[in-house]
């Protein structure tokens, strides 16, 4: 199965039935921080995956290559990472491991 995979961004060439991934050449799955490093709202999770799906359509036409993914999923990440400087996510102090692999976040001063 085609696929990239960054820290915070999975694509791959398929679809999710269940419990199972089906190859499928001609849809790409996006899963967006699969280990819960961040705290998401609806209107944030929206904005990336509007930034998905124009990444994709400006890669229409050109080769599906794991090159390809990756570029789409490096662009993610850098969208992401202005997230989490502008406010609009947040890290989940919850999460098992905190590194701020995106930054060290912002605190308001008291």
Do not use: C
Request: hydrophobic share 40%; charged share 25%.
């Amino acid at each position: 199965m085609l696929m990239s995979t960054t820290r915070h961004i999975h694509i791959f060439a398929g679809e999710i039935v269940g419990e199972d991934r089906i190859v499928n050449d001609h849809v790409l799955t996006l899963d967006i921080d699969p280990d819960n490093e961040f705290v998401w709202n609806e209107t944030a999770l929206q904005k990336v995956r509007a930034n998905f799906g124009t990444l994709v359509a400006q890669a229409q036409g050109e080769d599906l290559t794991e090159y390809n993914l990756r570029r789409i999923g490096s662009d993610l990440e850098h969208l992401i990472r202005t997230m989490i400087q502008a406010g609009e996510i947040a890290y989940n102090l919850e999460h098992r491991v905190i590194n701020y692999s995106m930054g060290r976040p912002r605190i308001a001063p008291e």
